[in-house]
T-cell receptor, first 111, second 113 residues
């Protein structure tokens, strides 16, 4: 299995909702990432987990809460989001020097 | 400051018209340079990793090369299905932050039939 699987593919949520994005990989990669991408912009790093521990938080607002239950799973919990948080959310995993493998993303719309 | 610059921002070519995309970088050290292809609304698809100056890699109509200051993605006789955004990313070494790569802004390539 050489894929990173993200669910759901699309999500529409209200500003008072709580939802979660899920990411799974079975490549044995030790690092997992959340990125946010706006249209016609490169991906922006949000969080990095290395060996299941949070190693980088790029000053992301607390309404985004990451969780790494085990080495294969990564979640992003969403609460009280704003319309400007609408974007493509990408999960990735890596074994460092061999490049990152990205999932197909979750298209999030906040209404 | 570590930086990755891609040019041009956008490129329109006729089918079969070969060209090159540029990725120039300024980093404290290079651990690896990555090329990705991204289709609209989808995640980046890994193409190549280059590690040292002089290295070249090929895949179908794509060839990536690396020098000490830049990388080129050469597209030979492109087809409309090659239309996408091509992203370059650099993994600095030594790293100030663990596992953080730096993306360029991408080149949007459009191949006209």
């Amino acid at each position: 299995d050489t894929e990173v699987t993200q669910t759901p593919k699309h999500l529409v949520m209200g500003m008072t909702n709580k939802k979660s994005l899920k990411c799974e990989q079975h490549m044995g990669h030790r690092a997992m990432y959340w990125y946010k991408q706006k249209a016609k912009k490169p991906p922006e790093l949000m969080f990095v987990y290395s060996y299941e521990k949070l190693s980088i938080n790029e000053s992301v607002p607390s309404r985004f809460s990451p969780e790494c239950p085990n080495s294969s799973l990564l979640n992003l919990h969403l609460h009280a989001l704003q319309p400007e948080d609408s974007a493509l959310y990408l999960c990735a995993s890596s074994q460092l020097d061999y490049g990152y493998t990205f999932g197909s993303g979750t298209r999030l719309t906040v209404v | 400051e570590d930086q990755v610059t891609q040019s041009p921002e956008a490129l329109r070519l006729q089918e079969g018209e070969s060209s090159s995309l540029n990725c120039s970088y300024t980093v404290s050290g290079l651990r690896g340079l990555f090329w990705y292809r991204q289709d609209p609304g989808k995640g980046p698809e890994f193409l190549f990793t280059l590690y040292s100056a002089g290295e070249e890699k090929e895949k179908e109509r794509l060839k990536a090369t690396l020098t000490k200051k830049e990388s080129f993605l050469h597209i030979t006789a492109p087809k409309p299905e090659d239309s996408a955004t091509y992203l370059c990313a650099v993994h600095p070494n030594p790293m100030n932050r663990d596992d953080k790569i730096i993306f360029g802004k991408g080149t949007r390539l459009h191949i006209l039939p």
